[in-house]
Antibody
Framework: QLQLQESGPGLVKPSETLSLTCTVS??????????WGWIRQPPGKGLEWIGS???????FYNPSLKSRVTISVDTSKNQFSLKLTSVTAADTAVYYC?????????????WGRGTLVTVSS | QSALTQPASVSASPGQSITISCTGT?????????VSWYQQHPGKAPKLMIY???KRPSGISNRFSGSKSGNTASLTISGLQAEDEGDYYC??????????FGGGTKLTVL
């Protein structure tokens, strides 16, 4: 059974860079059937798509975050990563990684448990 | 891209049916039959309930159904049960590889 697990610092200072990694286990990140995405949820609020990546490195980003976001993939480690620069308190959220169907289907069928990242000095 | 519009809350008694609307634009919901719906319980990750507008993943009860008319997608839950209580989010493809979520709807089973 494929699983996703987020990891990274739970506390980031304002103006610094948030870095998270999602490790995929029980399956290959190099499958042509899937994208791999990041979604976040501020406390008490709704879901926001951050961006997605294909195993080849092709990326898609939320236009509202594009200037601050980089998503990368390491197929040798079966991992993909998120970097969000110049963070503020508004970036405090639970960050989820998820598997997203490719082939013009676009839905998220498998999610990690999420990790809370707090932006505070 | 702007978030899709959902009602903040809906409520009904066990056994009844509810429908949650998800309104977008001609650039997202209206252009593609690619709306998905997710259920989220407190402190848990979202769970896929409906994809491609009306399809159910394996293991999802047929009490859950999806539809679309114009720029509005809908999720209907029939025969409400206590475990259906939670937050529901719609999500639509919005072109150029992007997706957009709705603001979420809190379902209360009275």
């Amino acid at each position: 059974q494929l699983q996703l697990q987020e990891s990274g610092p739970g506390l980031v200072k304002p103006s610094e860079t948030l870095s998270l990694t999602c490790t995929v286990s029980g399956g290959s990140i190099s499958s042509s059937d899937y994208f791999w995405g990041w979604i976040r949820q501020p406390p008490g609020k709704g879901l926001e798509w951050i961006g997605s990546i294909y195993f080849s490195g092709t990326t898609f980003y939320n236009p509202s975050l594009k200037s601050r976001v980089t998503i990368s993939v390491d197929t040798s480690k079966n991992q993909f990563s998120l970097k969000l620069t110049s963070v503020t308190a508004a970036d405090t959220a639970v960050y989820y990684c998820a598997r997203q169907l490719s082939g013009f289907r676009w839905y998220f069928d498998l999610w990690g448990r999420g990790t809370l990242v707090t932006v505070s000095s | 891209q702007s978030a899709l519009t959902q009602p903040a809350s809906v409520s009904a008694s066990p056994g009844q049916s509810i429908t949650i609307s998800c309104t977008g634009t001609s650039s997202d919901v209206g252009s593609y039959n690619l709306v998905s719906w997710y259920q989220q319980h407190p402190g848990k990750a979202p769970k896929l309930m409906i994809y491609e507008g009306s399809k159910r993943p394996s293991g999802i009860s047929n009490r859950f159904s999806g539809s679309k008319s114009g720029n509005t997608a809908s999720l209907t839950i029939s025969g409400l049960q206590a475990e259906d209580e939670g937050d529901y989010y719609c999500c639509s493809y919005a072109g150029s590889g992007s997706v957009v979520f709705g603001g979420g709807t809190k379902l209360t089973v009275l």
